[in-house]
């Protein structure tokens, strides 16, 4: 009897996250279809505001704007479009810039390994005199 309890209770469980996920992608479907609706509407008042007055265009009605912005959408783009850093054919743009002919500028990190033993043995005293001769240099221009 146990196990058919909890067979019951795991599957009311399951039950529940289903509910669950199918309410919130109906939410999102809605919540998609209002935020289309309101940048439509959007559109015709920008539109009916500005077209008009300034280039002497008629106003438009709700599905007109509509129209208007899938079209734009599809002449120019629908934003998002992925990673750009990536080219066509899959190499990154850093690699691009830092190729073949960029060697020199990258630097050979393996003689650092050596900058806190310099740092100690005279890296103090050559600023001590760093500092000595810049006072005694005038400031300004």
């Not at 289903?18 to 920008?46: C, P, Q, R, T």
């Not at 001769?133 to 221009?141: A, D, E, T, W």
Request: charged content about 30%; overall charge positive; hydrophobic content about 40%.
């Amino acid at each position: 009897m146990e196990t058919q309890d909890i067979m019951e209770k795991h599957m009311e469980k399951k039950t529940k996250k289903l509910i669950k996920k199918i309410f919130k992608v109906i939410m999102f479907i809605i919540l998609g279809i209002a935020i289309a609706f309101l940048v439509g509407y959007i559109v015709m008042l920008l539109w009916n505001w500005l077209m008009p007055y300034l280039f002497g265009l008629p106003e438009v009605d709700y599905w007109k704007a509509l129209g208007i912005l899938i079209l734009a959408k599809i002449l120019f783009g629908f934003g998002g479009g992925g990673d750009k850093s990536h080219d066509k054919k899959g190499k990154s743009k850093k690699k691009r810039f830092f190729g073949p002919n960029c060697k020199d500028w990258k630097c050979d990190f393996s003689d650092w390994k050596h900058y806190d033993e310099f740092w100690k043995e005279e890296g103090e005293q050559a600023y001590k005199n760093y500092l000595e001769r810049n006072k005694n240099k005038p400031h300004g221009k």
